[in-house]
């Protein structure tokens, strides 16, 4: 389960950077989103990032309470390749 929602999320993103960001030479793509949820949408884990993308996350999960705290923000997301298998992780 959790690899299913690694693979949804990572997926989402890209169709994120794919619609609205703008790629650079470098093989990466940043993009600035506002994050915002109805109440109802966040008790089962809905954000919607900007006018195009929703985003289904795992209530209680460190990528939820992230979205939930910035709700009404912008916030930046950086999308690029990765050298080789990493471990999903928020910084702060």
């Known amino acids: 389960m959790r690899i299913a929602l690694r693979v949804f999320v990572t997926l989402t993103l890209l169709l994120v950077g794919i619609s609205l960001g703008r790629a650079y030479d470098r093989d990466e793509t940043v ?12 008790q089962e884990g809905y954000f919607s990032l900007g006018d195009q993308v929703t985003l289904m996350v795992k209530p209680g999960s ?30 702060r």
């Not at 989103?33 to 109802?40: K, R, T």
């Not at 309470?65 to 928020?90: C, D, H, M, T, Y």
């Open 31 to 42: 993009l600035t989103v506002q994050v915002s949820s109805a109440d109802h949408e966040l």
């Open 62 to 91: 460190d990528l939820y309470r992230f979205l939930a705290r910035q709700r009404g923000r912008k916030v930046k997301i950086q999308l690029q390749e990765s050298s080789g298998p990493e471990l999903s992780r928020l910084e």
